[in-house]
């Protein structure tokens, strides 16, 4: 059965740090891509970062409001994506979801799964 194992989140001061993981398990599908969105209450889950593997290496992709200060990387070898982020504001303060897109074998199609979400919370 597919599984995204997400890390704890936590609270953390203005221009503190967190680094959230995240890390598959199950059978039977190849993993094309990984990522984090997050949402905030009334809003719509928005992309964090996301990050890809080709036959060049690594692609990452990054909201603008997280360029400079997230970090996205993965391991494949334990199937898991990490997320650094420094210079966090309260803005950041969301509850961030897990994201993979996969491959069963048995379509062609890009198949979704999300994790359960980890709430960051950035006060004083």
């Known amino acids: 059965q597919l599984q995204l194992v997400e890390s704890e989140g936590g609270l953390v001061q203005p221009g503190g740090s967190l680094k959230i993981s995240c890390a598959a398990s199950?059978?039977?599908?190849?993993?094309?891509?990984m990522g984090w969105y997050r949402q905030t209450p009334g809003n719509q889950r928005e992309l964090a970062a996301t990050?890809?593997?080709?036959?060049?290496?690594?692609?990452?992709t990054y909201a603008d409001a997280v360029k400079g200060r997230f970090t996205i990387s993965r391991d494949d070898a334990r199937r898991a994506v990490y997320l650094q982020m420094d210079s966090l504001k309260p803005e950041d303060t969301a509850v961030y979801y897990c994201?993979?897109?996969?491959?069963?074998?048995?379509?062609?199609?890009?198949?979704?799964?999300w994790g359960s979400g980890i709430q960051v919370t950035v006060s004083s």
């Open positions: 990050i890809t593997l080709n036959a060049r290496g690594d692609h990452t």
């Open positions: 994201y993979m897109g996969y491959f069963d074998g048995r379509t062609p199609d890009l198949n979704d799964f």
């Open positions: 199950g059978t039977g599908f190849s993993i094309y891509i």
